[in-house]
């Protein structure tokens, strides 16, 4: 399943850039997600990631992870693709 990922960082974590994302990365490889984009934004949210994760569990606990690694806060929002959507629209016609 595909995940949106908004984030913010931490003021402490912002300024180590290489730390927080081998820690990530780190941490993401041990639950199966897989990073396909990252995104730095000006705005409301510091970063915007695309992921592939196994399931809604181990998206759960990055998020729980990150926050409790003081690295910042991550909305996440699961991503459809076309067909999916689709489908979603036959299925509520229905």
Do not use: C
Not at 30 to 55: M, R
């Amino acid at each position: 399943m595909k995940y949106v990922l908004l984030g913010n960082l931490s003021p402490e974590w912002a300024s180590k850039q290489s730390d927080r994302i081998g820690k990530a990365k780190t941490k993401l490889d041990k639950l199966g997600i897989k990073i396909e984009s990252i995104h730095y934004t000006q705005g409301y949210y510091d970063f915007i990631d695309i992921v592939d994760a196994p399931n809604p569990e181990a998206m759960l606990a990055f998020s729980v992870w990150y926050a409790t690694q003081g690295m910042g806060r991550i909305q996440s929002m699961p991503a459809f693709d076309a067909k999916s959507f689709e489908t979603a629209i036959k299925g509520a016609a229905g």
